[in-house]
C-alpha cells in the first residue's frame, strides 16, 4: 500500500528519492480536505482569476476545467484545480450561504447545528425563508414532563404590527385552499380558496368587540351573517343607527327581533309578516289504533291562512314590526 485508505496521503518508501515531493503532495491533499471551508457551492465553472487554495464545492453540470467534477471539493493549488472526492461523513462549510453541510455518501446535506442554528430542516433542507422545514407524517409538540415545565403548551405566532400577518396557511399540493389568523389587521380571520389564487372571507372576529362575521370581511354587528342570497345581521341598538342597511328582499335583525325587508326604508314602521306553518291537526283514530298527523302542504296552508289584520291574525303565524323607536316589537 503506497497511500493511506481514508484522505488517499501518499506514503514515503523505503530508499525512496526525492522524499519531500511525496512528502508535500501529502501535506497538499491536507491543506485541502482538513477544515474544509469553500466560497459556495453552485458554480458550475471556474472563476476567472482564484487566488492560492480557493475551494469551491462543484455544481452540476460541470464545465471547463470542471467538467465531470459535479459534487466533488475543488481546490485551487500551486495554479492548477485539484479535484477531491467527498467521503461519508466530511463536513463542508459554505461561506455564502452561512451554513455547514455534510456529505451523507450520496449528496451534500445541511448538517445539525448548534444551539443557536440559522437554519434547520428534518428530512428536507430549510432555505432563506422556511428557516425551519420538516418533511413528516406527523409532529408532535407536548408538555414539558423532562425539565419539568407548568403541564402547559401553547405555540406562538408573533408579528411586527398589525399591518402584518400571523396565520396558519393549509395547501394542496403546494397551493392554498384555507388560512385562518391575523391577515394584515388584528381581527381574527379565516378564509377560504378553491384554487390558491381567489379568497373567500369565511368568519372574521373583531377584536375591540368580539362581533363576528360569517361570509363577510367585517362585521357589522354582534351576529352577521351573509351570502349570496341573504343577509343577517343581529344587533342591540336602541335608535335609527340600530338598523343596519339591508338589501330588499333579504333578512335583517334590529335589537332582538327579526325584520323581513320587502323594500324601502326599515324605519318605516309598516309591518312585514313571516309565515310559520300550522301545528299539524290530529284527527280521530278508532279505538285502539293509533292516531295519525293530518297533512297539509305549504300552498294548501298559505291559502287557508291570508294575511289579515293584527286582530284576526290566524294562529300560526308571525308578525314582525320594524321602529325606530318604542313600539311593539312582535306579536303572535
Do not use: C
Amino acid at each position: 500500500m503506497d497511500q493511506s485508505p481514508a484522505l488517499g496521503l501518499p506514503y514515503i518508501l523505503p530508499n525512496q528519492a526525492q522524499k519531500h515531493v511525496t512528502h508535500n503532495e501529502a501535506l497538499r491533499v491536507l491543506d485541502a480536505v482538513v477544515q474544509i471551508g469553500v466560497a459556495s457551492r453552485g458554480e458550475t465553472s471556474p472563476p476567472p482569476a482564484p487566488a492560492d487554495g480557493t475551494r469551491h464545492i462543484v455544481a452540476a453540470p460541470g464545465a471547463g476545467a470542471w467538467a465531470g467534477q459535479e459534487e466533488a471539493l475543488a481546490a485551487f493549488l500551486d495554479g492548477a484545480w485539484h479535484f477531491f472526492a467527498p467521503k461519508a461523513g466530511w463536513l463542508a462549510w459554505v461561506a455564502d450561504e452561512a451554513r455547514l453541510l455534510v456529505w451523507d455518501g450520496a449528496a451534500w446535506r445541511v448538517a445539525a447545528s448548534s444551539d443557536m442554528a440559522t437554519l434547520f430542516g428534518v428530512n428536507t433542507e430549510p432555505d432563506a425563508v422556511n428557516r425551519l422545514s420538516v418533511k413528516s407524517d406527523g409532529v408532535l409538540f407536548s408538555h414539558d414532563d423532562v425539565t419539568p415545565g407548568s403541564g402547559g403548551v401553547r405555540l406562538t405566532l408573533n408579528k411586527q404590527d398589525a399591518a402584518a400577518t400571523a396565520s396558519v396557511l393549509f395547501q394542496s399540493g403546494y397551493s392554498g385552499r384555507a388560512e385562518f389568523g391575523l391577515a394584515g389587521d388584528d381581527n381574527w380571520r379565516v378564509k377560504v380558496s378553491a384554487d390558491g389564487v381567489s379568497w373567500r372571507p369565511a368568519l372574521a372576529v373583531d377584536a375591540a368587540t368580539g362581533h363576528v362575521a360569517v361570509g363577510a370581511a367585517q362585521p357589522q354587528g354582534p351576529l352577521h351573517a351573509e351570502g349570496e342570497d341573504a343577509a343577517l345581521v343581529l344587533g342591540n341598538a336602541l335608535d335609527p343607527a340600530g338598523i343596519w342597511s339591508v338589501a330588499p328582499g333579504r333578512p335583517g335583525f334590529y335589537e332582538d327581533h327579526l325584520i323581513v325587508a320587502h323594500g324601502g326604508d326599515l324605519s318605516d314602521p309598516a309591518t312585514h309578516r313571516m309565515r310559520l306553518p300550522k301545528a299539524p291537526r290530529r284527527r280521530a283514530s278508532p279505538r285502539g289504533s293509533p292516531s295519525r298527523t293530518a297533512s297539509v302542504s305549504p300552498a294548501r296552508r298559505a291559502r287557508r291562512s291570508p294575511t289579515t289584520s293584527p286582530s284576526t291574525e290566524p294562529a300560526g303565524s308571525l308578525r314582525f314590526v320594524a321602529r325606530t323607536g318604542a313600539g311593539p316589537r312582535v306579536s303572535v
